[in-house]
């Protein structure tokens, strides 16, 4: 019975059959354990893998072991089996000098750890598939035998080597036996990035860009060195070579760059001064204006996703107080308006649920949040859906959120001067028209007629923490900034009347609603056109 020794040196873990002549007669047939050497028959480890492995894990942790290396072709395929599950086990080096087999690398196609991985000789499919599969580096011992100046420069001694090679040189014109290594190498590498041109020949490039073209490769820098060259045969011969490949080198990302030697750079070295001034400032305004534009595409993003997220919470504070009651259910409507779908029917002027027959319980749970908590706004086959906070100001909630933190998407508040006990003859309900649909983003849906044609959303709900409301539209209209609609109360009925009659006037739709000074009027407004403009949406109590 084959008996299997693991043996510590520093950060190694060596690995190999026990020979017969070295075993004690002492030992008796049992496994042997110490800090040093591990001694394990091959059927225990294979009826006690993952002790054994476990084992193991315990003891190359202590002792730090990084590397494996297995001396015996008979055992890979078990140790490997062991180390795949010990995850500080970065590089496996198998020491015989036989090529692995199809059973091996499914072994190490399992390994989710090594980084490093030697062998003797590996078939190139797979080779390919570790490449493709693993972020692993696989080095070869397999000496090529090549008579070209091209390889023996390059270093290119090994299977492993050609494959792996980012980087390569190509110092002179070539010979027969350099085009033929050239062709093998290209075919077999799977990392080329950069070729080296340090002996400019036109024919050379073009061959080059030839085999790379054959063999699909992409992502590749062209280097071509000034010093020794002709500078306008390279400039002439890179423009031709650009416009005849133009489509193949804009698709696979093949750029030519040119190397200039320091004697070039001394010469032309004010006239690189000015053009890398210019370029670095024109940057500069690039990088600055991007970091900003980036500062800013942030800054919304994250204050949005708060704003989300306050929506959130508050339709999860509906829907338990909802829960807690019985209610009608409701068909959702569907609506179009220029083209958007308005997915969700917000409010229905016959929506009955438990929020609308229980909001006081909802306004105790919102007061507990925020104490400027007023009402609750509803208009339909919109996003507009929020509690109404009132300040002492009304520059409070321009940049403040419901949870009262900073955010320059702000919050729909009420204007200061507005009193829901007694409702004033206008009360004002502001909100940001935020482009993402967020506060009054989608008030502007208001002014398509696929919209306000529609009786149902002509009915805006305002609850507020004494009484629920609705409110029948009168007019909708746009106008440039001005106060003449934002007065709250009027001394004289006169007075009242011409303010009704002004903005009835405005409404870009005949309502036909008759208003009189007898009525309350709900003012929506929000900015256009980056506050240039206003957009105002008037509705009057309905008393039943």
């Known amino acids: 019975m084959d008996k299997i020794r693991f043996k510590i040196t520093k950060n190694l873990l060596t690995v190999s059959i026990l020979k017969k002549d070295t075993i004690k007669e002492d030992l008796n047939n049992t496994n042997i354990i110490d800090t040093k050497q591990l001694v394990f028959s091959k059927d225990y480890i294979l009826d006690n893998l993952d002790l054994v492995s476990s084992f193991l894990n315990v003891i190359i942790i202590k002792r730090e072991v990084k590397k494996v290396s ?46 490093v991985l030697e062998v003797y000789d590996i078939p190139k499919y797979l080779l390919e598939r570790l490449d493709l599969n693993k972020n692993l580096v696989v080095k070869t011992r397999t000496e090529l035998f090549f008579i070209s100046e091209f390889m023996s420069s390059n270093k290119l001694n090994t299977y492993s080597d050609i494959y792996y090679k980012k980087i390569i040189n190509i110092d002179n014109l070539f010979t027969e036996e350099d085009i033929n290594d050239l062709e093998i190498f290209i075919n077999i590498n799977n990392h080329l990035k950069v070729i080296n041109i340090n002996k400019f020949s036109s024919s050379v490039v073009k061959y080059i860009i030839k085999l790379l ?97 306050i929506e959130s919470e508050l339709k999860s504070i509906i829907k338990q107080i909802d829960d807690e009651y019985d209610f009608d259910n409701q068909d959702t409507e569907f609506d179009y308006i220029d083209g958007e779908v308005i997915k969700e029917t917000t409010t229905k002027s016959n929506y009955v649920s438990s929020y609308y027959k229980n909001y006081d319980k909802v306004f105790d749970t919102l007061l507990k949040i925020n104490a400027d908590t007023k009402g609750w706004l509803t208009v339909n086959n919109t996003k507009i859906d929020y509690p109404v906070v009132q300040a002492i100001n009304n520059e409070y909630y321009l940049n403040r959120d419901y949870n009262s933190y900073k955010n320059s998407m702000g919050w729909i508040f009420m204007d200061y001067r507005n009193n829901i006990d007694v409702l004033n003859q206008n009360t004002i309900i502001y909100g940001h028209n935020i482009t993402a649909g967020i506060m009054f983003g989608t008030l502007r849906y208001t002014m398509n007629s696929s919209w306000h044609s529609k009786t ?62 007898n009525d309350k009027i709900l003012t929506l407004s929000t900015c256009q056109n980056r506050g240039q403009d206003r957009l105002v949406v008037h509705a009057k109590l309905i008393v039943d």
């Open 70 to 115: 297995i001396r015996d072709y008979s055992i890979i395929s078990l140790i490997i089996k062991l180390i795949n599950e010990i995850p500080s086990i970065e590089e496996l080096y198998i020491k015989p000098d036989k090529q692995i087999n199809y059973n091996i690398f499914m072994e190490l196609l399992e390994n989710k750890y090594l980084k």
């Open 213 to 309: 073209g054959e063999n699909n490769k992409n992502n590749i820098k062209i280097v071509i060195l000034e010093e020794g060259n002709n500078l306008n045969d390279i400039y002439h011969s890179i423009n031709h070579i650009k416009s005849k490949n133009e489509k193949y080198f804009k698709e696979n990302n093949i750029i030519f760059k040119i190397n200039y030697s320091l004697e070039y750079k001394r010469k032309n070295i004010f006239k690189q001064i000015n053009l890398n001034f210019i370029k670095m400032c024109i940057l500069g305004v690039i990088i600055l204006s991007l970091t900003l534009m980036g500062l800013n595409y942030y800054k919304n993003y994250t204050q949005a996703r708060d704003i989300q997220i």
């Open 456 to 517: 149902n959303n002509q009915i805006i709900t305002f609850n507020t923490l004494n009484s629920a409301y609705q409110w029948k539209i009168v007019s909708i209209y746009k106008i440039p900034n001005t106060t003449d609609y934002l007065t709250t109360s009027f001394y004289t009925k006169e007075d009242y009347q011409k303010f009704l009659d002004l903005i009835v006037g405005r409404s870009i739709y005949n309502f036909n609603e008759i208003v009189t000074t």
